[in-house]
T-cell receptor
Framework: GDSVTQMEGPVTLSEEAFLTINCTYT??????LFWYVQYPGEGLQLLLK?????DKGSNKGFEATYRKETTSFHLEKGSVQVSDSAVYFC???????????FGIGTKLQVIP | DAMVIQNPRYQVTQFGKPVTLSCSQT?????MYWYQQKSSQAPKLLFH???????NEADTPDNFQSRRPNTSFCFLDIRSPGLGDAAMYLC????????????FGPGTRLLVL
């Protein structure tokens, strides 16, 4: 079945540091890939997504590239801010189904 | 703004006392989902509706039920809450398929005393 493997946190960075959160997946067919972010006490919200191989999703300075050859969708940001502190979930959606598979989530804490 | 609304944001119930959580959407999406999220864990899908078609996950306890009386509203009923059911419950919608973006509500945090 489909699965998402995501690096465990927490990840603690200083402000303006470079961020990478690794995500790899297994899936049949050609899934869509997502990064969702969850701020404390809130629901999840879409950060970015990619629907086919080599697509790059980007939003708010975050980027992730759909790599089919390595089955990866790593999240990166060049310079994190305190306001980026949240839990980040990698997820995939397989064609023809309504179910989304989530990774375990990576908590990011950015300190001033 | 079109959105997903969950009420209440916090719900306290007693052990064994039935409780209902509600979700409404103004997005007119076909699919509505209920997730359970415990502390520091990924959301766990309980069930979803595609229009009126109900889809239960195999490992969702019978204690959890759902109703979708119309496109806009979906309810989560917990018939006899146990202490282990204390969690955040998230409602989400999508247009059609899992390849598309899911839109989440803010969640209802359930406390069982």
């Amino acid at each position: 079945g489909d699965s998402v493997t995501q690096m465990e946190g927490p990840v603690t960075l200083s402000e303006e540091a470079f961020l990478t959160i690794n995500c790899t997946y297994t899936a049949t067919g050609y899934p869509s890939l997502f990064w969702y972010v969850q701020y404390p006490g809130e629901g999840l919200q879409l950060l970015l997504k990619a629907t086919k191989a080599d697509d790059k999703g980007s939003n708010k300075g975050f980027e992730a590239t759909y790599r089919k050859e390595t089955t990866s969708f790593h999240l990166e940001k060049g310079s994190v801010q305190v306001s980026d502190s949240a839990v980040y979930f990698c997820a995939l959606g397989s064609g023809g189904y309504q179910k989304v598979t989530f990774g375990i989530g990576t908590k990011l804490q950015v300190i001033p | 703004d079109a959105m997903v609304i969950q009420n209440p944001r916090y719900q306290v119930t007693q052990f064994g006392k039935p409780v209902t959580l509600s979700c409404s959407q103004t997005l007119n999406h076909n699919v509505m989902y209920w997730y359970q999220q415990k502390s520091s864990q990924a959301p766990k899908l309980l069930f979803h509706y595609y229009d009126k078609d109900f889809n239960n996950e195999a490992d969702t306890p019978d204690n959890f039920q759902s109703r979708r009386p119309n496109t806009s509203f979906c309810f989560l009923d917990i018939r006899s809450p146990g202490l282990g059911d204390a969690a955040m419950y998230l409602c989400a919608t999508s247009i059609r398929l899992a390849q598309e973006t899911q839109y989440f509500g803010p969640g209802t945090r359930l406390l069982v005393l």
